[in-house]
């Protein structure tokens, strides 16, 4: 086992037109671990996934994963080198059905042990029914399973969640959060984003709090949770 | 009791409605803004509010539902023509000018406003200057007004988007997103300006914001919206006691709303 | 007429629709996934044409089944092509702006107009012909030609394929998701550079296809590509850019609409297919299957500084111009005065596009119609009405606002590569007018022998100079006008524009009019010049020659097209004196003008100049 990070920012800008967004964050995931980043809207959550898998390239700083730099790659090859991506607006492709869908993740010349088919379709039991509805007709809820299991047949080590129980219903949001587990047990690292607490706290070991594009306190999520002051000046309303 | 002010509101939006396709973006919404008062939607990313603003100032037309402005419908009408009416707006994505000054990105909102957009005669460079400056005085920029507006910071961008908005002497502002960007300082100050505006000049402003201190410091009144759907209305007081608003910001909880609950 | 001959006419039509839908179809997939427009895409049909020529020649091909051997492997070959100009060229041009992605591919064309004719020499080819796959057949007392078809079915099969190959395929999915989202389509780990050369190799495979398929019905010769990309432009504007379905419904439309608009009113054919456009739209803008298109910025002059008040050296140099050119007849002779002239009427051409292309942001491809429709309004004006030189000067800007103001409306109401593409072929359409219409206006042999008796050359040279320097006054003038600057607001920022009450479609128009007179002007003084007109004046070529001389001077102010049109002028005239292939040495020019300076010459300069003042 080696006991560098899985994931290591350092140092990260990053601006839209002229606004800094991220303003040089540090943050780190290991092997096997799930974090969380809570913020309120705008606080630069989603920009930091859009940075690390690429889809931002008008930034600064480092991203290591697996100790190799991957800041100045293409979305695909920061997918290849094993970190899947569930965007915010999940982005499912509306005009085709869920099976195709999931054929755009599936992995080809590259074998997939460790996320087949079958294995996907056990945590999200729901998906085998919808294989061929198109992906204009979906709740959100479903959606949201598309756009995960997807991103499963990718192959990633690290996955990263971009708020994925935003307008969601509280009984799928559960759900959700056992589909998490499932894939934390196949020892699946997670970088999840929330403005939802009492779900993040449900999943996460660590967690970071990030306000206007700074971290403003990281420790155990344990700590953020209880921790009434910090709550009250970067989450509660 | 006798009703203070027998006047209509200056902005009523009666059952909003918006669909993008099979979702509804914008559920029945309604509200009101009143001349000189300053009402805030909040409310978690894709609970519609920019969606809202865009029915309203009519970039993006309801599909159901009513937007009167002083009494009279406008809804359904092209966003150019809500301008006329005495409507500005700001961007959350500022929306300047780069390869012009900073006083002529006021100017030509000026030359729009008195009409003046169709003669090709007529030199723009010292059309309505003075009261393009004024307006820079106004929001503090003076100093600048002859830089590029590609080369100014982001705060400075969002300053200007007010000057620009106030070009058409506006009786409601929409501002969306006014201090995403920005640095707290300037946030604090550009809206205690806009509170301030407001209330000299009897303009309504309805806003949405991010910086949940600015919010309820400033809002006469907070509009919360989830998922389309209007979910509170009323002073900053009371929506911070409603456990519902704290809810959809935290997620659901057994027991209370409370926030010190431990982690399951 | 009998049903006989109306089930043939429909038929042919059905055969036309075939061709426009196997080269449409290619350049709207293109579209879909790389957002880029292939002018060359007709250029590649026009190749398919001759490398069938080649084959069937070379092999003789006297039965059926060698002939259609020979014509899917001269698609294959002219794939092989596509896929080379993709990874040489385009590969390097999908960051790039619009305006130079359109112009490289044009250029792509350019070279391939001038390098055919090298090997294959300047006569039409006639493909050996196959005894089995000629003829016709009797068709309730009509005759139709049995290779029709043929041609309907081949496209039936490639439409099949094409079927299979999007639904049924891993590529065909990713095709689809990625003209719908390539970002995410990246992110879930495809590499979209494969994906975009083979589409592209499909694209012009395709293409190929379409153009050997056209030798068994008519020969190999140069035209045929313009007038392709011009008939695919129609097509995927009609049915909207990168749907397949849009495509195949506008095909027939066109193609059932010309056939049998060829049977019913043969003259105003053309017009018809004006007006379906017309139609479509004024009520959807994107086309009949395509999606609206958002209100885009123009990112291409962004970061271009604020305008200046005219500078102190810049007017003094103007004024030492103008005296110059005032005395210049004490020394020039005729030659050289004709030649000031040509120079002039160029300046006035160019700086009327200035006004469209750098303040406006919009990429015209058709502004010589404006041009063309001056200087036949000159021509018809003398030879029809027997005006007076002053008169049939006066009659040439008029007449091209009036034509502007009509497809200003219809441009207006797109933006981006489809105003570009609605440019290109409102002004080909009047191209063919002029070119078919010969009792009028003499089609090929142009119109000549205009130049009035009472009129001196010097006097002519004179009335030149005064109106360049009035038409260049102005046309620098008006970026600096109330209107300018609202029509600089609606290039940078649409949005804004509409929220500060601006009309975006009619400010555009009201520029788009503007130049168009100026561009009329240059057209009639020409036909005064050069004593003749031909419909070359309203070609794509000169439309092209004006972007470059834009181009070489630069966007951000009228010195650029001034600089750029003398520099581009002599340059060609020089060139024209060693090799007549000047096509293939624009076409490089142009290649490394969006590679190498794509601010132009006095923009690079004056970006020079600014130094870091801006940044």
């Given amino acids: 086992m080696t006991s560098s990070p899985l994931l290591e920012v350092s140092g990260l800008v990053a601006r839209y037109g002229k606004a800094r967004v991220l303003d040089g964050l540090d943050l780190t995931v290991n092997r096997g671990e799930t974090v969380a980043i809570l913020g309120r809207n705008g606080a630069g959550k989603s920009t930091l996934m859009k940075c690390i898998i690429g889809l931002i390239t008008e930034k600064t700083g480092s991203i290591r994963f697996n100790g190799a730099e991957i800041a100045t790659l293409p979305p695909y090859k920061v997918s290849r080198a094993g970190i899947g991506y569930v965007p915010e607006e999940r982005r499912i492709f509306t005009e085709l059905t869920v099976r195709e869908n999931l054929e755009v993740g599936r992995l080809r010349g590259r074998s997939n042990t460790r996320w087949p088919l079958d294995r996907i379709i056990e945590i999200f039991p729901n998906l085998k029914r919808l294989l061929d509805r198109p992906g204009a007709q979906m709740s959100g809820g479903e959606q949201q399973m598309v756009t995960m299991a997807r991103t499963l047949l990718t192959g990633p080590d690290l996955i990263l969640l971009d708020e994925p129980s935003e307008g969601l219903a509280p009984v799928i949001v559960d759900q959700m959060a056992g589909m998490i587990r499932d894939m934390q047990a196949s020892g699946l690292s997670i970088l999840i984003s929330e403005q939802n607490m009492r779900f993040a706290s449900k999943i996460s070991q660590r967690a970071y709090l990030l306000e206007r594009g700074e971290i403003k306190f990281s420790g155990p999520m344990q700590t953020i949770a209880t921790n009434q002051e910090l709550y009250h000046a970067h989450l509660a309303v | ?69 002083d009494g009279k419908s406008i809804s359904g009408l092209l966003p150019e023509t809500i301008f006329s009416l005495g409507v500005g707006r700001t961007f959350q994505v500022t929306a300047t000018v780069p390869t012009m000054t900073v006083r002529e990105n006021v100017q030509v909102a000026l030359i729009s406003y008195h009409r003046r957009t169709f003669s090709p005669w007529v030199s723009a460079r010292r059309l309505y200057r003075e009261e393009a400056d004024r307006l820079l005085e106004l929001i503090g920029m003076t100093g600048q007004r002859d830089r590029a507006c590609g080369v100014l910071a982001y705060g400075d961008l969002k300053r200007l988007e007010l000057a620009i908005a106030l070009a058409n002497a506006p009786r409601l502002l929409l501002m969306d997103e006014p201090t995403a960007g920005m640095a707290p300082a300037e946030r604090n100050e550009l809206m205690a300006l806009v509170a301030r505006l407001a209330a000299d000049r009897g303009i309504g402003v309805l806003f949405t914001e991010h910086d949940i201190d600015i919010v309820f410091s400033l809002a006469h009144r907070i509009v919360v919206m989830n998922r389309g759907q209007l979910l509170a209305t009323g002073t900053p007081d009371v929506i911070r006691a409603d456990p519902r608003v704290q809810e959809i910001y935290l997620g659901r909880d057994d027991h209370t709303g409370s926030a010190e609950k431990q982690p399951s | ?125 006639l493909a050996p012909r196959v005894r089995s796959l000629r003829g016709g057949i009797d068709l309730f007392g009509a005759r139709m030609p049995v290779y029709d078809l043929y041609m309907i079915a081949a496209a039936a099969i490639v439409l099949l394929l094409l079927y299979i190959a999007i639904t049924r395929t891993r590529w065909g999915v990713l095709i689809r998701a990625a003209t719908q989202d390539r970002d995410m389509v990246g992110a879930l780990g495809v590499n979209q550079a494969w994906l975009f050369t083979g589409v592209f190799t499909l694209g012009v495979f395709l293409a190929g296809l379409a153009g050997a398929l056209q030798l068994g019905r008519t020969s190999a010769n140069l035209g045929m590509g313009t007038s392709a990309i011009t008939e695919a432009f129609v097509v995927v504007v009609i049915g909207g850019m990168g749907s397949v379905t849009g495509a195949l419904v506008a095909a027939i439309l066109i193609g059932e609409l010309s056939a049998l608009g060829v049977a019913y009113f043969p003259q105003l054919n053309l017009v018809l297919m004006f007006l379906i456009m017309a139609a479509v739209l004024a009520v959807r803008p ?97 030879r029809y009405a027997g005006l007076s030189f002053a008169s049939a000067l006066v009659l040439a800007p008029l007449a091209a606002s009036l034509f502007a103001l009509a497809f200003g409306w219809l441009s207006v109401r797109v933006s981006g590569v489809y105003f570009a593409m609605l440019t290109f072929a409102l002004a080909q359409i009047v191209w063919s007018v002029v ?126 097209p001034v600089v750029g049109a003398a520099m581009f002028y002599l340059m060609q005239t020089e060139i024209l004196r060693y090799t007549d292939r000047w096509r293939l040495v624009l076409g490089v020019l142009i290649i490394l003008i969006v590679l190498v300076f794509p601010k132009g010459v006095v923009g690079s300069i004056s970006q020079r100049l600014r130094g870091e003042e801006s940044r």
């Fill in chain 3, 435 to 560: 070119f078919q219409w010969y009792d009028v206006t003499g089609g090929d042999n142009g119109l000549i022998g205009l130049w009035p008796t009472s009129l001196s050359p010097l006097v002519f040279y004179f009335v030149t100079l005064a109106l360049t320097a009035g038409s260049i006054a102005i046309l620098g003038w008006i970026p600096h006008s109330a209107l300018g600057y609202a029509l600089r607001v609606t290039r940078d920022s649409p949005a804004r524009a509409a929220a500060i009450g601006i009309d975006v479609r009619l400010v555009r128009l009201f520029a788009f009019v503007i130049a168009s007179l100026f561009a009329g002007l240059a057209g009639g003084l020409s036909a005064f010049a050069k004593g003749s007109v031909f419909p070359t004046a309203i070609s794509i070529g000169r439309s092209i020659d004006g972007l470059v001389m834009v181009l070489m001077g630069g966007v951000e102010s009228i010195a650029g």
């Fill in chain 3, 1 to 125: 007429m009998s049903l006989g001959l109306f089930l043939a006419q429909a038929l042919t039509g059905l055969a036309s629709a075939a061709t426009l839908f196997l080269v449409s179809v290619g350049l709207s997939l293109v579209f879909g996934i790389t957002r880029v427009v292939n002018f060359a895409h007709g250029a590649f049909f026009m190749v398919g044409a001759y490398v069938g020529y080649t084959l069937t020649n070379y092999f003789a091909a006297s039965d059926a089944l060698s002939y259609w051997l020979c014509v899917v492997a001269a698609a294959v070959i002219v794939g092989a092509i596509g896929m080379a100009v993709e990874l040489l060229l385009m590969r390097r041009m999908y960051k790039v702006p619009e305006l130079f992605q359109l112009l490289a591919t044009f250029a792509v064309s350019l070279l391939i107009d001038d390098i055919l004719p090298i090997i294959f020499g300047p006569e039409d080819l």
């Fill in chain 2, 1 to 69: 009791m006798t009703p203070q002010h027998p006047t209509a509101p200056l902005l009523q939006v009666r059952d909003l409605l918006v669909r993008y396709g099979e979702t509804l973006a914008v559920n029945g919404v309604s509200l009101d803004v009143e001349a000189g008062k300053l009402i805030a939607i909040i409310g978690p990313n894709g609970a519609g509010k920019s969606t809202c603003f865009n029915a309203i100032s009519g970039q993006r037309p309801p599909n159901a539902g009513e937007v009167l402005l």
């Fill in chain 3, 286 to 382: 994107s086309g009949l299957f395509g999606k609206p298109e958002a209100l885009t910025r123009q990112h291409e002059f962004s970061d271009e500084p604020p305008l200046r008040a005219i500078s102190r050296p810049l007017a003094f140099a103007a004024i030492a111009l103008l005296a110059l050119l005032t005395i210049a007849p004490a020394v020039l002779g005729t030659y050289g005065l004709s030649v000031v002239v040509d120079v002039m009427i160029a300046i006035v051409f160019a700086g009327s596009l200035y006004l469209i292309l750098g303040p406006g942001g919009l990429v015209t491809f058709g502004h010589a119609c404006y041009f063309g429709v001056g200087a036949y309004a000159v021509a018809l004006g003398i």
